[in-house]
């Protein structure tokens, strides 16, 4: 079987300082992890060691992180344990469980690594009696965790024996792990960047999802660099490309080396988000000491990183040993998260593991304490893949979302976003808004946007009730505060459809609405009507119509707009207003004139119609913006 197809199942060691952790990888693979000086001088662990065992004729690959089991270098060991396969919890038979079994096997469990075995090592220090107090003991200590009924196996890694029956509990172990659900999405925390003579930077970690290639261009995140993938090395062997589930170095020579550290990420250019908050589902340790307030600073390691963090408590004052709360934490400095990234917190001083979780919301905004809508939402979104789904478009409200937005968001496959898609558009719970790539809107979110474009005609015809008409560029402005251009298209749209609104040039009205006036206003405009209707084509200007009413300035200009915007007048020219009528009269005189004669000069239409010339050069230029007449020189022809 060639390298390409072998599936990598990553098993973590745990326990102890002193245990036998890396003496038993080495007794398994014959190599040891403590490479570097420093460790062979004090005998104990520092860095993570990465070690591949041979399986011959399995067709997968045990490959060992081994992690540092001194109490100060916890950090390495959470760094180690992010995202594994199995565990390999290793007590020494002669000491039996100590402190540091506790909190690795607690970080093992915060972090929901899935299956695992016990390995009683130096067993030939104790006799039989002692080994089954301990087993007794370590059976205990293990029940009712994911290492309950789990291989418990007596070994010494100086004499040999039962490394065979360990070997052969890891085969097991192997041979049931699940494949790594794929959302597709290229992620690859980095525990690893070194320098390779001849080759320069190189990145190493577990492929979290998706695939990697010889070729593409990578980001590092949340740095923003990026830099195209010269070589790619699984196990020591050169690969065109790596898949998920696999221990990958990346050989990318464009990236700088010293701005490079484990707790980054390397995804595709844009692809993730960098956030400096998370909701999450918190657990506090039965264990730990004391509880947690509200604004507790906490260490929080997630994927291979530490950062510094505040834990806002969303739904509870304090959180109490055991129990386990909806929390906001907000990170001192950003990292990538994706929803169900597990993640391990440590108190501040004295450095200890308190408790982890579950990301739920990646991108979540501030919340208010006690909020009963973002509460329901995270219970939501922990609830299954159609609400998640549901819930992202709702959080959104008013920024249309595609499949592929979404997918990032939760951390998904395409495909099972889009699923849920279909069949929230079905039930009515999205509008596509259309476009490539498709994106929706919640049908809330879409109706709330409508209910507010109301609000606002409401609001400005109340404050000039004397109007009909809104600028639809003024409505729109105002809508599209902290709204997107599609969906304010679309409230719009929508509402013009059903018949709520209705479009007249640039403005937009209330259907049935008519414009309040005053019982003199409604006089006045009933005189105003007549007079223009009357005059004809030389009609008096607005201010000396109003200066021969004898009509205040302010109630007057109301009743004209309200005219206007009702469409009884047309005012053509900053001085000429027409009653529509007549307006209309004139088209036709123009259209008989331009159909005799072929075309029409200003000086003829004047002559035609015995106005001025101020009135025949500007229904002239009204009719060339109306579409019914184009300029040819200085005459007019018909525009069609
Ligand atoms: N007698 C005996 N000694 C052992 C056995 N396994 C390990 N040791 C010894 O125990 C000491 C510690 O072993 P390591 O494998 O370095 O322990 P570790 O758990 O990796 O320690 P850290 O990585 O520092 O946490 C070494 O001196 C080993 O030789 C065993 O099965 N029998
Ligand atoms: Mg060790």
Redesign the pocket.
Known sequence: MSGDELRHVIVGTA??????????VKALTGIDA?RLEEEKRR???IELGFIFMETPGFDRQIVFI?V???EKLIRTMVAGSANLDAAML?IAADEGVSEQTREHFDILRLLQVPAGIVAL?????VDADMLELVRAEVEKFVAGSFLEGAPVVP????TGEGVEEVRAALTEVARAAPPRADSGILRLPIDRAFTMHGFGTVIAGTLLAGEVAVGETLEVYPIGLTGKVRGIEVHNETREHSTIGRRTAINIPDLDKDALHRGQWVGRPGELQPTRRMDARLYLLASTPEELGNRARVRLHIGTGEILAHVALLDRDELLPGDAALAQLVLEAPTVALPGDRFVVRSMTPVLTIGGGTVLDAQPERHRRFDEDALEALEQLEAGQTEAVEQVFAQERFTPQSVAEVAVRLGEAEETVEQAVGELLAAGRLAPMGGTPERCLHANGLAELKQRALDILGEFFAAQPWRLLMPEAELRSRLGKGAHRQAVDRAIADLLTDGTLLRRGAALGIAGRESELSERQQQAARIIEQTYHDAGFDAPREEELRERMGAPEEPFAQVIVSMIEAGTLVRIADNVTYHADTLARAEEVLREYIAKHGSVAVADFRDHLGVSRKFALALLEHFDRAGVTRRRGDERVLAE
């Open positions: 326990g102890h300082i002193d245990h036998g952790k890396t003496a038993l403590d005998g104990i662990t081994d540092p089991g001194h290793v090592t130096k067993r030939d220090l070994v010494s890694s100086i």
